[in-house]
């Protein structure tokens, strides 16, 4: 189960590897890449298939990045985080965020028994402040229905 704890500590943190932006810049993960850049988060972009993305360099794996990063943002399928974690484990990374969608029990276990730290079944873009109005009123209806970490 996800904590506030753990969401306050990975959102701490200002360099980060980011795992599933796109090439053609509609998906989901180009709109976090966009956001947090915004908010003065370092970002790395991860895509095998890219060199570059939204005018940045763009790494083919966590080995090729020019420096150590303190997280991982995975926006990817699960049966890819499943692939990914081990990557993130044998980095020394230890922390994680799957984004809602990105998460698999396989890989939170993973995690888990690897002491890393996981963030998963939320949305970066509900905690990453300043937030934009969609996000602030995403968050104020999780909060009505009970469902913030705690």
């Not at 060199?51 to 997280?71: F, H, M, S, W």
């Not at 985080?81 to 890989?107: F, H, L, N």
């Not at 509900?126 to 104020?140: D, G, S, T």
């Amino acid at each position: 189960m996800t904590t506030r704890a753990a969401i306050d500590d990975f959102l701490k943190q200002k360099t980060l590897a980011i795992i599933g932006v796109s090439r053609g810049g509609k998906k989901f993960g180009n709109a976090c890449y966009k956001e947090l850049k915004a908010h003065g988060y370092r970002l790395f972009p991860v895509n095998p298939n890219a060199e570059t993305i939204q005018g940045e360099r763009c790494y083919p794996n966590l080995g090729a990045l020019p420096q150590p990063v303190d997280a991982v943002l995975l926006i990817v399928p699960p049966v890819e985080t499943e692939k990914v974690v081990k990557d993130i484990a044998s980095s020394g990374i230890q922390r994680v965020w799957m984004q809602r969608g990105a998460a698999s029990e396989k890989a939170i276990r993973f995690c888990e028994e690897n002491g890393i730290q996981v963030v998963h079944g939320e949305c970066i873009l509900m905690y990453a402040e300043p937030l934009v109005f969609f996000h602030k009123m995403h968050r104020f209806v999780h909060k009505l229905l009970g469902k913030m970490p705690k």
